[in-house]
């Protein structure tokens, strides 16, 4: 993260910084805000499908809470809020942990489906100013999303056939491992292995497929928002495909595991900006830092207190 920090602002005038920062207008940022809470809602709408199988009772409420706890646990310890919301459900809603964290596996490859799907994207828009850019982030994004669709088909190959895999594993675990030992990993296997049953469901994908592309497109209109909101929009004509683009090489930021992609989104933000858009340096990373600032605000201030009160209620228990 410090490295990250020092390469994006190390050599920054921070008064021009906040001068171009403080263009925007409150109702701008109630804005974005409200399109950030928007897709929130809409991830977890996606992730209520794949638990529906195993979870009905949790609601798109109890998910979003629990993204919101995620996300704001992210900011203090990278990819801590993967296991953090998957505890928040256990509290709230007495859903197990194994299977829930096979879901938020699911999700996570799909997330990287869809990154690689927008950055091709991205690529047909702008190919030549992005491949004079960043020469390999064509064939990097091409073997990644082989890599992804090969996970997500094992997975469901999986799910298909969980009685054979685990018939398979469990001579093997007896074999090397202490009988008690083997059978608590075979156990939690199974249960891992249920919260896969959503992909066994052909409607679901449909569900899984629109709540993916809304998901995205709303990331795309925060950016958009961002670029209006401070009067990108009209001087450098940052349109809807400029916010896809920028959404979509951003993101990379965001897979590097920085405490709340402080620094690596700011670099992936304002670089694109930079030299695809032409926009001054103290500009770009203006517009990266408002972007990254109001969601993280955002997610602190939803999933700060609800993570406390969850896990106060939880001690009373």
Same mark, same amino acid.
């Given at each position: ?5 020092? $390469? %994006? @602002? ?6 021009? !910084? ?9 109702? $701008? ?17 996606? $992730? ?20 919101? &706890? ?16 998957? *505890? ?20 996570? *490859?799909?997330?990287? @489906? $869809? ?14 100013? &992005? ?39 469990? +001579?093997?675990?007896?074999? @090397?491992? +202490? ?22 469901? +052909?409607?679901?994908? !449909? ?13 795309? !209109? ?20 400029? %916010? ?8 990379? #930021?965001?897979?590097?595991?920085? +405490?709340?992609?402080? #620094? ?11 030299? *695809? ?13 408002? %972007? ?26």
């Amino acid at each position: 993260m410090v490295f990250f920090l020092h $390469w %994006a @602002f190390g050599d920054q005038d921070l008064d021009l !910084l906040w001068e171009a920062l403080s263009d925007i207008t409150v109702q $701008w940022i109630v804005l974005i805000t409200a399109i950030t809470i928007g897709t929130l809602y809409i991830r977890a709408w996606r $992730w209520t499908v794949l638990m529906r199988p195993f979870a009905p009772q949790v609601t798109a409420h109890d998910a979003a809470l629990a993204l919101a &706890i995620c996300y704001a646990s992210n900011v203090v310890i990278p990819r801590s809020g993967e296991v953090l919301r998957s *505890i928040s459900l256990k509290w709230t809603r007495n859903v197990s942990l194994s299977p829930v964290i096979a879901t938020v596996v699911v999700e996570r *490859i799909m997330d990287m @489906f $869809w990154l690689i799907v927008y950055i091709g994207l991205a690529i047909f828009l702008q190919r030549e100013a &992005i491949n004079n850019a960043f020469p390999s982030l064509e064939t990097a994004s091409l073997i990644v999303l082989v890599l992804c669709l090969v996970a997500l088909v094992g997975l469901l190959l999986i799910s298909v056939y969980q009685h054979r895999a685990i018939q398979w594993l469990e +001579p093997f675990l007896k074999r @090397f491992f +202490p009988i008690q030992l083997a059978e608590k990993a075979i156990g939690l296997l199974t249960t891992f292995l249920k919260g896969l049953a959503s992909l066994q469901n +052909p409607f679901a994908y !449909l569900e899984l497929i629109l709540s993916s592309l809304l998901l995205n497109t709303g990331y795309v !209109l925060i950016i958009f928002a961002t670029f209006a909101g401070m009067g990108l929009s009209e001087t450098y004509s940052l349109g809807f495909p400029a %916010a896809l683009v920028i959404m979509a090489i951003s993101s990379l #930021g965001v897979v590097v595991p920085t +405490p709340g992609g402080m #620094g690596s989104y700011h670099v992936a933000f304002a670089l694109p900006l930079q030299q *695809i858009y032409h926009l001054p340096e103290t500009s770009a990373l203006a517009c990266a830092t408002l %972007a990254h600032a109001l969601a993280t605000l955002t997610y602190l201030l939803l999933g700060g207190p609800a993570l406390l009160f969850q896990w106060l209620r939880q001690r009373k228990g």
